[in-house]
């Protein structure tokens, strides 16, 4: 059973260009859940997918946008890359929306926007 | 608003010694608390899930405990050892498909 994967690991981008991160999630699971996570805060949550459908939202802008494919892997899109963007992005796929088995996690990919 | 809190932020401890992380939330109308480790600049780690009925849930060295009345949980790691050092997340999930994270307690344990 493969765990959440996520690509790339790093990336560097430059403020105002626009950036795709990807994730796989963990065999079985139908729901993804993308997180922000700044430098020695908690993770902030984004949104979350479940069957291709977004399921919910956190206080982010239009600008982060995602989606989920129906093998149930997903992408997020963030437009117009701001300096404030630069952050370790988490996804976490779960069996449902995670009221029951909780979340699995990926080892996140680190944007920095110079 | 659910908010969770984590204290302490950082803990330094001689290893072998057995130790309790805390954390705490404002609105007791949970589903389930979660904890996880994050080694530096890695993702999360699931540590243990406890659901809103149980009252904790142990795995090896660890040991989680849920009072949803009072807004509090425990992770007690027992004969602590360098390879526990990590940032240790609590996050709670309150029904809103999504979990709130606290900031996290940063533990050493020396040897």
């Known amino acids: 059973e493969t765990g959440v994967t996520q690509s790339p690991t790093h990336l560097i981008k430059t403020r105002g260009q626009q950036v795709t991160l990807r994730c796989s999630s963990q065999?079985?699971?139908?729901?993804v859940s993308w997180y922000q996570q700044a430098l020695g805060q908690g993770p902030q949550f984004i949104f979350q997918?479940?069957?291709?459908?977004?399921?919910g939202r956190g206080n982010f802008p239009p600008r982060f946008s995602g989606l989920q494919f129906p093998n149930y892997s997903s992408e997020l899109n963030v437009n117009a890359l701001e300096l404030d963007d630069s952050a370790l992005y988490l996804c976490?796929?779960?069996?449902?929306?995670?009221?029951?088995?909780?979340?699995?996690f990926g080892s996140g990919t680190r944007l920095t926007v110079v | 608003k659910q908010e969770v809190t984590q204290i302490p932020a950082a803990l330094s401890v001689p290893e072998g010694e057995n130790l309790v992380l805390n954390c705490s939330f404002t609105d007791s109308a949970i589903y389930n608390l979660q904890w996880f480790r994050q080694d530096p600049g890695k993702g999360l780690t699931s540590l243990l899930l406890?659901?809103?009925?149980?009252r904790e849930q142990t795995s090896g060295r660890l040991n989680a405990s849920l009072d949803k009345s009072s807004g509090r949980s425990t992770l007690y790691i027992a004969a602590s050892q360098p390879g526990d050092s990590a940032t240790y997340l609590c996050?709670?999930?309150?029904?809103?498909?999504?979990?709130?994270f606290g900031t996290g307690t940063r533990l050493k344990v020396l040897a």
């Open positions: 976490a796929s779960s069996l449902d929306s995670g009221i029951n088995y909780g979340y699995t």
């Open positions: 996050a709670v999930w309150s029904g809103t498909y999504k979990y709130i």
């Open positions: 065999s079985g699971h139908n729901t």
């Open positions: 997918y479940y069957r291709e459908e977004e399921n």
């Open positions: 406890i659901q809103s009925s149980q």
